[in-house]
């Protein structure tokens, strides 16, 4: 990345710029700071997210109101501008005149990871464009904890932000995606999951999913089962709050024979790990990952032999 602010493997000297933001103690170097914000509990801010603010001479966010509340529960005083869809690309003159002359400026989101269904893309596509420098302060992020939460396969997923509120568009964005090898991760307003779980049913099948709300919060709650059972219980237990649904990979019949699966591993296992050559097959064959592990491991193990 240009004009990238990496942490450097020894530490800075006392006297000078401290790019990464590493303790109270430390001098920021001038630039732009993504920094993550809490998801729901207020005390999973990072103490490097705390450290980038507190120096930050300007801070853009979505809603002034909210992240003022979250500001102030630390102590933080830094001047606050908001910067959402509407207005983002107005405010660049202002940050690039603001690192020019030296300043820290961080960009927050409402809550978890800027630019993850989130304004900000314009602004760091302009930076880039001026190679000014830019970094990232990272934290919580409400897809990847659902993803977590979720039981679901994490070695490939695909996140799809908010899906078209209009029921044809969503539809025709869930065909799209129907056929992708990977999990899917979406986020939903309550008043249109059960919608969404009908069209999941109607064009995805019975495939596992799990409906997260609330993460992080005092009614954090995953509901975990096919479209049809969770739109059973939604259907009579509304839902609230802010709402990811993780949905499983199209199920995949293994079509490859024993021999094909040998093949294909020993002609990958003479160049990449056991680990490598396991995730390609397993892509491109249909097998489960750990029938393919197996084979790569037995085949590997009689490679050494010879």
Partial sequence: ?????????????????HPSGAGPDCKLA???????????????????????????????CEDTRTSRILLETYGIKGKLVSCHEH??????????????????????????????????????????EQNLPITVIPGANAALSALSLSGLPGERFLFAGFLPPKAAARRQELATLAAVPA??????????????????QTLLGSRAI???????????????????????????HPPRGEIVVVIGPPAVQPDWSETQIDAALAALLDTTSVRDATAQVTARSGWSKRDVYARAVALGQTGKSR
């Fill in 183 to 200: 999990t899917l991760i979406v986020y939903e307003s309550p008043n249109r999951l059960c919608d969404l779980l009908q069209d999941i």
């Fill in 30 to 60: 001038p630039g732009f700071y993504l920094v993550a914000t809490p998801i729901g509990n207020r005390r999973d801010i990072t103490l490097r997210a705390l450290d980038v603010l507190q120096a930050a001479e300007l801070i853009l």
């Fill in 1 to 17: 990345m240009s004009g990238s602010m990496c942490a450097p493997a020894t530490p800075f000297p006392d006297d000078g710029p």
């Fill in 87 to 128: 207005n983002q690309r107005q405010r660049l003159p202002e940050i690039v005149t603001a690192i020019g002359a030296g300043q820290v400026v961080a960009l927050i989101s409402d809550a978890g990871m800027p630019l993850i269904s989130d304004p900000g893309a314009p602004l760091v596509t302009g930076l880039i």
């Fill in 210 to 236: 799990a409906v997260a709300r609330e993460l992080t919060k005092h009614f954090e709650e995953v509901q975990r089962g096919t479209a049809e059972a969770l739109l059973a219980h939604f259907t009579t």
